[in-house]
Nanobody, 119 residues
Framework: QVHLVESGGGLVQPGGSLRLSCEASGARFSADVMGWYRQAPGKERELAAIILNGDDTNYADSVKGRFSISRDNTFNTVFLQMNSLRLEDTAVYYC?????????????WGPGTQVTVSS
């Protein structure tokens, strides 16, 4: 079984920054896609940012120019640098990974980390 362990969430004032980290551990796993989704209260889960194995990235329009996603393939880790945070960025952020395991290609989710932007 592959486990995604997230860290870096918390409370920050508008305009501040946070850096989220997520490491895939456990069973043998080679991630093709890693990323972050988020879910605000009363809303559906949505893509925030995603990065492919070739380092191609995709961002939600609402975070472009403010968030930056990167990955360390050696350690199956993905990072999300969030700058110029806004009140509307408040959400639970979920790490996502899809790739090859001994059982075939599977997708995994982390338990989520809370990001709260508030003055």
């Amino acid at each position: 079984q592959v486990h995604l362990v997230e860290s870096g969430g918390g409370l920050v004032q508008p305009g501040g920054s946070l850096r989220l980290s997520c490491e895939a551990s456990g069973a043998r796993f080679s991630a093709d896609v890693m990323g972050w989704y988020r879910q605000a209260p009363g809303k559906e889960r949505e893509l925030a940012a995603i990065i492919l194995n070739g380092d191609d990235t995709n961002y939600a329009d609402s975070v472009k120019g403010r968030f930056s996603i990167s990955r360390d393939n050696t350690f199956n880790t993905v990072f999300l640098q969030m700058n110029s945070l806004r009140l509307e960025d408040t959400a639970v952020y979920y790490c996502y990974a899809h790739g090859r395991t001994d059982l075939g290609r599977l997708a995994f989710w982390g338990p989520g980390t809370q990001v709260t932007v508030s003055s």
